[in-house]
Structures are given as structure tokens and as C-alpha cells.
């Protein structure tokens, strides 16, 4: 339990883990309590996790399941599958469908996620631009991490993905339900990324460092 | 007496074969659960608490353990126990539950791999042997817990993750030369010949049973007993070094390096009336 110290100014915001009950908090998993003082202050509980919950607004990987009808059934690691609608999609109308086949990759936000309905997914921002998100290309490699270190990957000036981009040009998409995509010029070199960020969860700052430099030796 | 229980299975985390690993937490939480004692007399039925007397197990007659195997490019290639990503890509998927007296429990095929008759009786082998080395596993756990518990030593749960100690990624790393790898691809795709043409025919073997296609032949036919029991033994292995990372801490894994030779089948304790025993048929031999 939190005890108030110094009367906060304006509103306190709490975060993931914490929960209100009456006139205090609760936590509700397991973690690092974290504090941030700018503008009301922030407490929220920091916790590692690998099990995705569906959170509007998030941008998620999918696999397209299925096709039924108008619609696209996605897989993002959730309780149940997405929905996705075809004209969801930059520039698509009823004449001119997007060209996704189940087993697709799609980078997408969520635009309805909560317990009591199935949750939704589109490849369009608020304007109707798709400013990154859609189909992603081919080849590539998809696999799964968990939820902390996407939050790690996805924090501004990350220096794990600094020190990577030293070592070859590559393309990276994170999606915050634990799934990454990489795509590197030789399957060899996708491998060797795919390898180091697995370990990242584990390693130190300065094994990384050692792992990083004895790959750019060779 | 009739007694519900309820089992209830949490994954906290998985890397793969769900069902392998959930069966056998499944049938050791049962074999582990003590009961309250009953008694009844007449009409009188009496349920002691703990305290009173102590609670007994309940009667396991047998322990099933579910093994997975999957295959790729169809049947050519078989792998026990797959992990996340090759179930992923697997052609198909056979779960076999057998228990250490060699009767089969469960059997299960999905996927779009049409199986032949001897490679589900290879799979059974290999389960057998699998079997064996996972229910000595559980004997030994259990035995350590009841030493532990009488001992006053500690036991449960929290005693039984190691402490500090990371166990993801845990594999004993092999030194690869890479400096030349690509040298030597290209040197080997060179020389090798191109496949040869496959002709699509079916090759029926058995009522019910039919082959379409075959790329390489399977060499599961040729594999003496000898040879396959080393194989077997080489997975167990690997196995092993997967339960240290998972499962309760036991102390002898030495003892199941001395994989034992071919067991004749006891059929003495088991509970069947009726045993059928799966014998391989004569199959024509396919020739190259």
C-alpha cells in the first residue's frame, strides 16, 4: 500500500499493475514499483510478462488465420483472434481489396480492445493514412519475446538496436504483443539478429557489448 | 467411496509440446495428492481431517505419459518433441500415451501427413523407451519428496526452482567453425548431383493405407535394433538436459546414462484382460 507524502499537484496518474479501490491502491502484479515526478507524478508497477492482453491503441503484429467473408481473422497472441476489415486498410475500397492471404504478416492498432468484445485491429491511423502499418513484406523472420523487452526495444535511442544497426543494415518491426520481425540481407544475418535480441532479455549491458564485438570481428 | 477432484494445470511458460509436458505434471500432481482418510460404518460416514489421521494417496493404477513426434516434408523426417518453432511448421503432429507396461493409451494423428504402419510402430518404439526413462524420473521425485518430507528437510515448489541461476537459453554450446562455411556450400552443392524424377504414383501397402511420391527414401527400415536403442538413448539425453531446466530437481542423472537393453515386455501387473501386441507385417520392400 502507498501512503501519500507531500499533497500531489494536479493528478496523480497510475499506471499498469496499480488499481484503485476506495481511497487507496492496490497492486495487481507482481514487479518494481517506478515513480515518475514531472506533471502530477506517475506510479506504476514494471513487470516482466509474456502473455499479451489486448490494450487499445497498441500496435500489434498479426497472423492472418483466416479469410470470412469481409473480414480477416488475425492472431495476435490474445484470448481470441482479431478482426480485421478489408477496407481497414490505406486507399482500399469496395473495388480495390488489399492482397492478404492467410499466413500474412500484418503490422496494425488496435481500435477496440477490451474483456467483453472481440477485439479489432486496423491498418489506419485516425487521419486514414497508414503512416507504417499493413501488410509486411516478404521473407523475414517473426518470433517472440516478452513484453518488457519490447518495452526496452521501443524506448527512444534504445542502445541495443544502435549497437545492431552497426553491425548490418536490417529491418525491424516490433509489435508490443511480444512479436518482432527482422529481415537482414542473408538469412545468416537475419539469425544472428534474431539470436542476439533473444538474448538481450538475459544479458547484461556488457555481454551484449562483448557478444556485439566478437561478431564484428569476425 | 466416491471421491471429484478437480485438477487444475497453470502454464506458466512454454517453449513447445504443451501436451508432453502438461501430462506429465498432470499424472504426478495425482500420484503426489493425498486425500483425507474415510471411514465408513453402516450408514455412518466419517471424513477425518489431516490432523486425526493421516491423509492417504489415491490409487494410480498406472501412469499414462503422452509423447509427440512431428513430421516434415511428409514422413520424411521425424522429430520427438518438438519445440515452438517446428511446431509451427510441422507437416503433421502423432501423440502416442503409453505407459511403462508398454500399453498404448492414446494414440493421436492430426496434420495432413499420411502415416505408414511401420513408422507408427517405430514411433511406439521410441515411446516405450521414452516412457520408461520419464516414469523412473517421476519415481525418483517422488521418492526424494517423501525422504525429504519424513527428514524434515525442505520440499515444494518454491525450493524446487533454482535460485539465481537463469535457465533459458541452456544449451551446451558448440564451438562452429564459420570461416569458410560458404566455400564448402558451394563446393558441395557443385558436385552434387541434381534430385531425381519423382513420379507420382501410389504405392498401396495395406487396405486403407497408400504412399503418394516419395523424394528420399526413408531409412527408418534399415535401423537395427542396436542402432535405434543408441538413438533413443541420445534423445533421452537431450531430454535430460531439458527436464533440468523444467522439472523438479532430481540428484542421479547419472544412472540414466546406463540406458537399459531391450526390456522383454512384462505383462504380469497390467490390468488388461485382453492384450493386443502390435507385430510389424512382412511389407514389399520398395527398390531404387
Known sequence: RLSAGTAPQGRLLCGPGLRRSGAGLLVTKCGLLRHRPGGGGAYWVDSQQKRYVPVKGDHVIGIVTAKAGDVFRLDVGGSEPASLSYLAFEGATKRNRPNVQVGDLIYGQFVVANKDMEPEVVCIDSSGKSSGMGIIGQDGFLFKVSLGLIRKLLAPKCEIIQELSQLYPFELVLGMNGRIWVKAKTVQQTLIIVNILEACEYMTAEQRKQALAKLSGN | ?288
Open chain 2, 1 to 288: 467411496q466416491v471421491w471429484q477432484i478437480r485438477l487444475d494445470m497453470h502454464l506458466l511458460n512454454h517453449d513447445g509440446n504443451i501436451t508432453d509436458a502438461a501430462s506429465i505434471a498432470g499424472i504426478v500432481a495425482l500420484c503426489h495428492f493425498r486425500r483425507p482418510d474415510v471411514s465408513v460404518q453402516g450408514e455412518e460416514v466419517t471424513v477425518y481431517t489431516p490432523e486425526e489421521r493421516d491423509p492417504v494417496p489415491l490409487s494410480i493404477h498406472h501412469m499414462p505419459i503422452c509423447v509427440s513426434f512431428a513430421f516434415f516434408h511428409q514422413g520424411t523426417y521425424l522429430l520427438v518433441d518438438p519445440t515452438e518453432r517446428e511446431e509451427r511448421v510441422m507437416d503433421g503432429l502423432l501423440v502416442i500415451a503409453m505407459n511403462k507396461h508398454h500399453e498404448i493409451c492414446t494414440i493421436q494423428s492430426s496434420g495432413v501427413v499420411m502415416l505408414l504402419q511401420d513408422q507408427i510402430l517405430r514411433c511406439s518404439k521410441i515411446t516405450a523407451v521414452k516412457v520408461a526413462e520419464i516414469t523412473e524420473l517421476i519415481q525418483k521425485a517422488l521418492e526424494n519428496d517423501q525422504k525429504a518430507r519424513k527428514e524434515g528437510g525442505k520440499f515444494g515448489f518454491a525450493e524446487s526452482i533454482p535460485n539465481q541461476r537463469i535457465t533459458a537459453f541452456r544449451m551446451e554450446s558448440a564451438a562452429v567453425d564459420t570461416n569458410d562455411v560458404e566455400e564448402q556450400a558451394g563446393e558441395i552443392i557443385a558436385k552434387a548431383e541434381p534430385p531425381s524424377e519423382v513420379f507420382a504414383s501410389p504405392v498401396l501397402h495395406t487396405p486403407g493405407t497408400a504412399q503418394i511420391g516419395e523424394g528420399i527414401e526413408s531409412s527408418w527400415g534399415d535401423l537395427e535394433e542396436s542402432e535405434k536403442e543408441e538413438a533413443a538413448e541420445e534423445e533421452g539425453e537431450s531430454e535430460v538436459a531439458a527436464f533440468e531446466c523444467e522439472k523438479v530437481q532430481t540428484e542421479d542423472t547419472s544412472t540414466l546414462r546406463e540406458t537399459k537393453s531391450d526390456v522383454p515386455i512384462v505383462l504380469s501387473d497390467s490390468e488388461e484382460e485382453e492384450v493386443v501386441i502390435l507385430e510389424p507385417q512382412e511389407l514389399p520392400r520398395k527398390t531404387r
